[in-house]
């Protein structure tokens, strides 16, 4: 009969979606087969979320309905309500950030690329629940969202995310502690350029914004809504949802709330 551990030990597996690599870390108590049983079972639903959401938003697959409402070939009225969903919450954001984050390009084109990874990770931990896991790490390009705790012989505390040098990919600017803030994302131009489109000024102010909050959706939106808005972004971020932001400005230098700071 195979034993269970008294330690969690920690098992990971990684995917392709959405333009990005997808990780899930697992620990697991469970006896060695069962545990490599079950994260690959979590992994398949998991692939299954995201392929799914990418079938509707990208803008990528020409026979999305993103993009046939782009063409107008699919009026917004009458789309699928995972999507509109998303606008309306897109929307709301766009509100709540002043115009900083917004689901509609500068040409008039609607493109949710701004919130429907992250999306894909709060509706993946949701899988994740529902089949019994309670210690988990999901990493979806650089939007991470943990549960529980990674308590392992060789690792104690909480999941640490690291957030990479937008001036060197292979070193790291730290570590933050995924505790009372779970989610972390990541958004800027170092890795796939100019991308997001700014408010009210020609370049970025920030190269990569960093934003630690308690749950997914809230971080990725206001970290894409900083590097649009710059400082005034991020100080209503910081004043309105009291998340913690690291941000790099173009010359290098440092800006990080006292969250990152310790």
Known sequence: MQQTSS??????????????????TVASTSAPDTAVDELESA???LEGIFASLDLTFSL?????EAN????????LAYASESLRD??????EWRLATDGAFTAERPDGRIDLAGIVKAHAVREAALSLRALGH?????????????SGSPET????GPWLAGIVDPGDRQSLLGAYPLAANRALATSGSAERGEHIWTAGSDRPEFIQVSVAATEIVTADVLATAIVAGGTRALDHAVEQWGVDVLAVQRDGSLLATPGFRA
């Open 7 to 24: 330690r969690p030990q920690l098992r990971a597996r990684t995917f392709h979606s959405m333009g990005t690599v997808v990780s899930l």
């Open 68 to 75: 046939r409402i782009n063409s107008g070939e699919l009026a």
């Open 86 to 91: 998303l606008y309306t919450e897109a929307s």
């Open 134 to 146: 309670h210690d988990w790490c999901i990493n979806a390009g650089g939007d991470v969202l943990v």
């Open 153 to 156: 012989k060789a690792a104690a």
């Open 43 to 45: 992994v398949e639903v």
């Open 60 to 64: 990528y697959r020409s026979g999305s």
